[in-house]
């Protein structure tokens, strides 16, 4: 019988393929010490180059004044044996004989000469080691034809030599001087200056690795704290931001997602509210719709006026179903489809649409700006705000009561407004008006669900602008809509008139 096999055990969201060695800390720091390591490197192979340049240069220089001495006696011996002639008495060997026996050779240095390719004579000194059992470098000297500069090993360590090819009239032997200094030690201070740049390289690199660790640590601090905080976040707890400190990318990224999050807790609070407010207020007509079919009459009568009250309630229902949705769509940060209005057409535009609302006395109130009558805005929403306002208007003055449709271009904003001849308001109830389903005590409000100054005050900020109400008893109440003229959209940009 065959049995299925457990499923893994699924990692939690946000750890799947994690390993320390990925961690941005770690990267950052690696690529750190990478640097840190190849400048230290190539620093040390510079001073080891200049060093070892340096030593050749001066040692170099040496042997070219041990080399001008040799000639410098060799033409004084020609000399003063001949005459002037030329040549040495006793030929080559003589002259090798003769510049050995009055040289004394600096420490660490030695003279090898050879003749006709074998080695003859060294000076009296004793090396450091002996350089004419060397039967390599000896054939390797034999062979110059011009003085030739070399380096060589011994059993005393390096060696810098020069082979100097020498010839004497009269004597056809062909003999070379070979003039040689052991380096070993000067060498060896600069191998042990590298090792002590090296030991003091690596010390550095560690004192790096702490001290890059901390910083690092600090730096990536604002993105741990940014994944901690999106690991937090679910729908009904979306309150936490990240504290913006310093103003680098980071800090502009930790700004960019609180932005982000600012956006989601409005969407989640819109979502909230639209959701509280349908059950809040559809759950009344729909028990009144549900109790009414159940106890449907069998009265023609009575069936119809039972018919009109579901009918009505389910009129209410959708009237109030569309205010909601006005409303949500209002709060949405992309909302907004700005455009180019002459404000001068808005006013009229709204004028006519008001006027079929009801039999009031409809006055136009509008003082025309040629200088200024553009304005970059949502035509729609602008129209539904201020038709909303002249429907509250209509709603509570007498028939044939006055209404005033205006408008002006400010300094900074444009203002809008409907101004009516009815009651007015308590300055209680100015403020709460404009909350949902909230209605004034007095007279205001008496129809509808309560949303139509919420949805006004909704567009009214979805410009960045502001609604605001002149009242009292008995005087008749003006609702005013300033918004700028440019409006900032979050799908568009912004559009100068």
Request: neutral net charge; aromatic residues 4%.
């Amino acid at each position: 019988m065959r049995t299925a096999e457990p499923e893994p055990p699924k990692r939690p969201v946000g750890t799947a393929g994690r390993h320390p060695l990925r961690s941005i800390r770690v990267r950052l720091l690696g690529r750190m010490l990478v640097l840190v390591g190849l400048t230290l490197a190539s620093l040390t192979g510079a001073e080891s180059f200049i060093l070892t340049a340096r030593l050749n240069e001066r040692v170099d220089r040496e042997l070219a004044h041990d080399v001008e001495a040799f000639r410098s006696f060799a033409t004084a011996t020609a000399t003063a044996t001949s005459g002037g002639a030329g040549s040495a008495n006793g030929g080559i060997r003589a002259l090798f004989v003769s510049y050995l026996e009055g040289y004394i050779p600096e420490h660490g240095q030695t003279l090898i000469t050879l003749v006709d390719s074998e080695p003859y004579r060294r000076s009296a000194e004793k090396p450091l080691a002996r350089l004419d059992t060397d039967r390599a470098l000896m054939a390797r000297a034999a062979t110059v034809r011009s003085p030739s500069y070399g380096d060589a090993t011994s059993a005393a360590g390096s060696v810098r030599f020069v082979a100097v090819p020498v010839t004497v009239v009269g004597d056809p032997a062909r003999g070379v001087l070979v003039i040689a200094v052991f380096t070993h030690q000067e060498r060896d201070h600069i191998r042990e200056s590298i090792r002590i740049q090296i030991s003091l390289g690596l010390g550095a690199m560690l004192l790096s690795a702490c001290v890059g660790w901390i910083f690092a640590s600090r730096i990536v601090a604002p993105l741990r704290l940014l994944r901690d905080t999106a690991r937090s976040i679910h729908e009904s707890d979306i309150t936490r931001r990240i504290p913006v400190q310093d103003r680098d990318e980071i800090g502009q990224l930790a700004g960019t997602f609180n932005d982000m999050l600012d956006r989601l807790d409005d969407a989640f609070t819109t979502k909230r509210q639209f959701m509280n407010d349908v059950g809040h207020e559809l759950r009344t007509p729909i028990t009144i719709v549900l109790s009414r079919l159940e106890t449907l009459p069998d009265d023609a009568a009575d069936r119809a006026r039972t018919v009109a009250v579901v009918t009505d309630e389910l009129h209410r229902m959708h009237r109030m179903a569309e205010e909601l949705l006005m409303l949500a769509k209002a709060r949405r940060p992309d909302a907004l489809r700005p455009e180019d209005l002459s404000l001068s057409e808005l006013i009229e535009e709204v004028y006519v649409k008001a006027a079929a609302l009801a039999e009031r006395r409809w006055l136009l109130d509008f003082a025309e700006n040629p200088n200024r009558d553009t304005l970059h805005a949502d035509r729609q929403l602008l129209t539904q705000a201020m038709i909303q306002l002249a429907q509250n208007a209509a709603q509570h003055t007498e028939q044939h009561g006055r209404i005033w449709i205006g408008g002006r271009a400010g300094a900074d904003r444009v203002e809008l407004w409907v101004k009516d001849s009815g009651p007015g308001i308590r300055q209680g109830d100015q403020q709460r008006i404009f909350e949902r389903f909230t209605r004034a005590q007095e007279s205001r409000g008496r129809t509808g669900a309560g949303l139509g100054l919420a949805i006004v005050k909704a567009i009214a900020e979805a410009h960045h602008g502001e609604v605001q109400v002149d009242s009292a008893p008995g005087r008749g109440a003006t609702f005013t809509l300033g918004i700028p003229y440019v409006t900032h959209a979050l799908n568009g940009g912004t559009h100068e008139p």
